[in-house]
Structures are given as structure tokens and as C-alpha cells.
């Protein structure tokens, strides 16, 4: 229970600190700054906006909108890159040939060229719903996670060595990529995609998979060169692993990294002075603890 409760902070902490706020004061100065976090934020004035910023609104579905070639739309995106041609005055392109079609969505889905065997196939499909058959047919081949699941690994700085000079292999690393890439190829919803990276050991009745998820937190550097301080480099790996956690949930903490090579993001200091003092604020509060 004490497990589920530090990690509920956690969460609160980087929920919180993510958007500017620091948790102090009196209990009812921590619930109002809860209240507010919230709203939008203006960045450049440091204060909360009154704006409603579109980004906070409910979406909403738009009517398609008339265009003078109605023809040329087959579905209500069309009408609206057809709206905007016309604005612009541009003219579409001729529909592209069939090889052509293939080959955008192979590389544009799975990052890899269609075969002679498929070509020939999807230029022989008659069909009038041939290419929506081809969308699906990418989306289910298991080389979409690959593709796609290859974003989110660099954002968690996956690697298959520690780095540094030593930069000894770590033999079960592909354990945490084959994760993500599943994850992804069954669709796993994003924020239960989040929580077991965050938390999958305390889930009730953990899976191993979901133990496997946690890999997120070990993917920072590991420096095992000679006169290295440990206490240090243990403040330092718990440090990038709070910057990366709230970078890839919230967008926040990219400029406090600098790239060192595949994969990897090392901790530096950001160019602005006020702003390089807020996430190590934060940060002292998860070492404390």
C-alpha cells in the first residue's frame, strides 16, 4: 500500500511540476495551485492566461465545407484540402498510379518498400475498396510497431549498451523495445500505455509484460568509469529519469537535453538562467523522497 501511495505522489509531483507549479505553502495553497494547474498557461508572461486556448476546448466535428468540384471528393477530408485548393487557386494533381500509391503507404506506414509480389497484386485488385483494403491489410503487418514504435524509443532514449566510455551491452535490453512494438501493433490505449511504463509492477496481479514495461526507468546512461562519485551518478540517472518522464507525457524538459548519440540524451544545463532552476526544484523533492 505505501508502494501505491509513493506512486500516486509521484505522479501528482510530475502532474504538478510539469506545469510551473511547486508544492509548497499550506494545504490550501497546494489545492488552489491543483485547481489552477489546469487552465491554460502563457508562457512567455509566467502567468496563467485567461484565453481559452484551443487546446482546452471539447473538439468539435466542423460541417465539410461546398466546393465548385464536388466531384473530385470522396470523403469529408477531401472537401476540405478541395476548399483550400480553390482558396489558392491551385489545381490538384492527377490521381497517382497504382505502384506509386503502394510505395507512399508502404514506406509511409512500415518504413519499407512494398515487394514486385505486392505491387503486382494491388494493380490487380479490381476492387472498388482495393485501397482502403491496402490500409488495413499495413496496419495489421506486425512491421508497424517497428516503424512507429521507434518514435517513442528514442524519446525514452533506449539503447542497447549503457553508454559512456565503457558502453558495456545490456543483454535483455530488447526486451523493453519488443514491448513497445507490440504495444503499439495491438493498439494498446496510450495512457494504459503510460501507466504500466510508469508503474506496471504495481498493478494488482502484474503481468510479466507489464513488469517488462518498466524498462522505461532504466534507460538512461550507466557510467562505469573509473573515479566516477555513485551517490552523484544515482542523483543524476534519477534526475534524467524525471526529466524524460515528464518530457514524454507532458512535452516539457526538451531543452534541458542535449543529444550524445543514437538514442541517448545526456542532462545540461539550458541556456536560460530562469529556467534552469524550476526542474531541479522539482527534482530535489523526488530525491528527498
Request: no cysteine.
Amino acid at each position: 500500500m505505501r508502494k501505491k501511495i509513493a506512486i500516486a505522489a509521484l505522479v501528482l509531483l510530475v502532474t504538478i511540476g510539469s506545469r510551473g507549479a511547486v508544492a509548497t505553502g499550506t494545504a490550501r495553497d497546494r489545492r488552489a495551485t491543483v485547481a489552477s494547474s489546469s487552465a491554460p498557461v502563457d508562457r512567455q508572461a509566467g502567468q496563467l492566461s485567461t484565453n481559452r486556448h484551443w487546446a482546452f476546448q471539447p473538439p468539435q466535428r466542423p460541417s465539410a465545407p461546398k466546393v465548385k468540384n464536388p466531384r473530385w471528393v470522396r470523403n469529408p477530408i477531401d472537401a476540405f484540402v478541395l476548399a483550400r485548393f480553390e482558396q489558392e487557386k491551385v489545381t490538384p494533381s492527377p490521381e497517382a498510379d497504382r505502384a506509386t500509391l503502394i510505395r507512399r503507404l508502404s514506406l509511409d506506414l512500415l518504413g519499407l518498400p512494398p515487394t514486385p509480389a505486392e505491387v503486382e497484386a494491388f494493380r490487380n485488385d479490381k476492387r472498388p475498396e482495393a485501397y482502403e483494403r491496402l490500409v488495413d491489410a499495413l496496419l495489421t503487418s506486425p512491421h508497424f510497431g517497428e516503424r512507429w514504435g521507434r518514435h517513442w524509443l528514442d524519446m525514452a532514449r533506449y539503447a542497447d549498451s549503457d553508454g559512456y566510455e565503457k558502453d558495456t551491452i545490456r543483454p535483455y535490453a530488447y526486451l523493453y523495445r519488443d514491448w513497445v512494438i507490440k504495444a503499439i501493433n495491438r493498439d494498446l490505449r496510450f495512457d494504459q500505455f503510460t501507466l504500466e511504463q510508469l508503474a506496471g509492477d504495481l498493478l494488482p496481479n502484474a503481468a510479466p509484460d507489464q513488469m517488462v514495461a518498466t524498462g522505461f526507468h532504466r534507460q538512461t546512461l550507466t557510467n562505469k568509469e573509473g573515479g566516477v562519485d555513485a551517490e552523484h551518478d544515482l542523483a543524476v540517472l534519477r534526475l534524467g529519469t524525471r526529466e524524460e518522464l515528464g518530457r514524454v507525457r507532458h512535452g516539457e524538459g526538451a531543452d534541458q537535453h542535449q543529444r550524445t548519440g543514437p538514442g541517448r540524451r545526456a542532462l545540461t544545463p539550458s541556456p536560460d538562467a530562469g529556467s534552469r532552476r524550476t526542474p531541479y526544484r522539482r527534482a530535489a523533492a523526488l530525491l528527498r523522497g
